[in-house]
């Protein structure tokens, strides 16, 4: 009986003790919860508004042995604004400097830490200076790449004896492809026309490109794009570079390139008109979505510093060109090489 009253106690004390145990327990699990979707919302909003990368590039400027001179990527880490998770992609670069010089891939919130070298003997009076300077994203005064004389500053170059720092941020808006070229080599005019220059690509983060498909626009993810040609079109010739856009792998093609690709790819192509001439790019019997328009075009008139990017879905090998009958002549013109599935 004792024992029987002891026991009903003892199970209506285990049973209220458990009521609370429980009710603590679901307390505490209200609070975790609150704890878990505060550190997930943290997590989240961390990525969306500090997001950007942090890009840590060392370039070379060298002398060619034909006079010229060109920029070499020497190194490319890429990382976490923070400076952790770094990668090193120096290796998705050619290892000798290039005409143009490397193509510079980021996206919107990104920033760029940009170390040039002057890596060679200045033979001549003006070559002890070089820079670079960009176009389309935002910096300081201090990254304009130019000399006193312009930024009442100081002159923004890399000497032989001392490198310099250049600190780009690719605002929201900034997306494009954007020339950079050096603006103090020789009498303060830069040597852009001496092969000192390149291309940055700011890419949305999630954007879209729009492609012709049966004559009507279709905007497809930008994360498609299997391939980006740089194409660089000078009075007498183009020259360029291919880049995977799954491994980020640059392929330098030089002068009047064969681009690659397979059937079905969606492809862009980066058109930037160097020179004194007007041309008039034609990819033959392909057409494409005029920028910020809905207008399917099958060729483009393109002015001297203008660029035209466009994206086409591959389906058959063409020729692209610029039509001018000199430039036919010439020769200017290259291969657009689909292979089937
Ligand atoms: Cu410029």
Redesign the pocket.
């Known amino acids: 009986m004792k024992h029987k009253l002891e026991w009903s106690l003892l199970t209506d004390r285990m049973g209220e003790l458990l009521t609370r145990f429980v009710q603590v327990l679901g307390k505490q699990y209200r609070l975790a919860r609150h704890v878990i979707a505060l550190l997930l919302f943290s997590a989240v909003s961390a990525q969306a508004g500090a997001a950007g990368e942090l890009h840590k590039i060392e370039l070379v400027a060298e002398k060619l042995v034909n006079g010229y001179f060109a920029y070499r990527m020497k190194q490319y880490l890429v990382s976490d604004m923070s400076g952790a998770n770094e990668q090193n992609i120096t290796a998705r670069y050619p290892d000798f400097a290039t005409i143009p010089g490397p193509t510079i891939v980021i996206n919107e919130g990104d920033e760029v830490d940009l170390t040039l070298i002057h890596q060679f003997n200045p033979e001549v009076p003006g070559e002890e200076q070089v820079s670079v300077?960009?176009?389309g994203v935002h910096y300081d005064i201090l990254s304009d790449g130019t000399l006193k004389y312009l930024n009442m500053i100081k002159d923004e170059s890399a000497v032989p004896a001392m490198v310099y720092e250049y600190k780009w941020r690719a605002a929201e808006g900034t997306a494009g492809t954007w020339?950079?070229?050096d603006?103090n080599m020789i009498n303060h005019n830069?040597a852009?026309d001496k092969g000192l220059f390149g291309a940055l690509i700011v890419n949305k983060k999630s954007g879209s490109v729009d492609i012709s498909f049966q004559g009507q626009k279709r905007s497809v993810p930008l994360a498609s794009v299997q391939k980006d040609y740089i194409l660089y079109m000078f009075d007498d010739t183009f020259a360029g570079t291919e880049i995977d856009t799954a491994t980020g792998q640059q392929t330098y093609l030089g002068a009047n390139p064969s681009f690659n690709a397979n059937r079905n790819d969606i492809v862009r192509f980066h058109v930037i008109a160097l020179g004194t001439n007007l041309h008039t790019f034609k990819l033959a019997g392909y057409g494409w979505i005029d920028p910020g328009t809905n207008t399917v075009i099958g060729e483009k008139a393109i002015g001297p510093?203008e660029k035209h990017v466009f994206a086409v879905q591959a389906n058959y090998s063409a020729v692209y060109m610029d039509t001018a009958f000199s430039s036919v002549l010439l020769g200017m013109q290259g291969n657009f090489n689909v292979q089937p599935e």
């Open positions: 300077h960009v176009h020339p950079y070229h603006h830069g852009e510093i």
